[in-house]
């Protein structure tokens, strides 16, 4: 559509079909999945069109999608989650959400225009509390996976347990190298889209990955 390659109606027409798609689809799996796929929508139409704008309340609406996203996958493969699981994912997800609206903000204000840049209502000066902030969740989500690591639930679904411990280690190493990008002036993407295509964090994430196997 940006580029006019695509006619406003054909996509409205596109969309509406995607929409059925996805309803059919939803109460195929089951009520409560259509439930938490609507609500999921409608959370997202409503940060596309005006809550992105809100500063904080932004980071709340992305931070909630993403856990919604988990309860979903829950009630679609009828696997019990821990609450533990929803918390890290909302301090996690808020931690990178503050990396990319920072991020932004870096990159706009070293561009050194006159007026202060603006940035889905944050201002430049805004960075510092910013980034307190996201370290801060971001720490948090580490504190509350290392809690869960030492849970007596945790104990007994993984023989090796223990070893989430180095898993802990490798995630609060990766969550200080993305401020530290930001900080920088290099993280030029969404910081999910910066993981797969930076070496460190491709091999941080691999390396998260295979001690979490090795503990089943």
């Not at 699981?85 to 991020?103: E, G, N, P």
């Not at 993981?195 to 998260?208: E, G, H, I, K, N």
Request: glycine letters at 6%; a neutral charge; charged letters at 10%.
């Amino acid at each position: 559509m940006a580029s006019c390659q695509i006619r406003p109606a054909d996509a409205l027409a596109l969309l509406m079909l995607l929409l059925a798609s996805a309803a059919a689809l939803s109460l195929y799996l089951s009520a409560a999945f259509f439930g938490i796929s609507a609500a999921y929508f409608l959370m997202m139409m409503a940060y596309s069109v005006r809550l992105k704008d809100i500063p904080l309340l932004d980071v709340l609406v992305l931070s909630g999608g993403y856990a919604l996203r988990v309860v979903a996958g829950e009630v679609a493969t009828n696997i019990s989650l821990s609450p533990w699981v929803l918390v890290f994912v909302i301090l996690l997800f808020s931690s990178f959400t503050l990396v990319k609206r920072c991020a932004e903000l870096v990159r706009i204000d070293s561009r050194g225009e006159a007026e202060p840049p603006r940035v889905c209502g944050y201002l430049a000066g805004d960075t510092g509390i910013l980034t307190a902030q996201g370290i801060a969740g971001g720490y948090l989500a580490v504190l509350v996976f290392a809690m869960y690591t030492n849970s007596e639930a945790m104990q007994i679904a993984y023989p090796r347990h223990e070893l989430f411990w180095g898993v802990c280690g490798l995630l609060l190493y990766w969550i200080n190298y993305l401020w530290l990008m930001v900080a920088r002036g290099r993280m030029h993407h969404d910081p999910v889209i910066f993981a797969f295509a930076d070496p460190v964090s491709r091999w941080l994430l691999a390396a998260m990955a295979v001690t979490a196997a090795l503990t089943l």
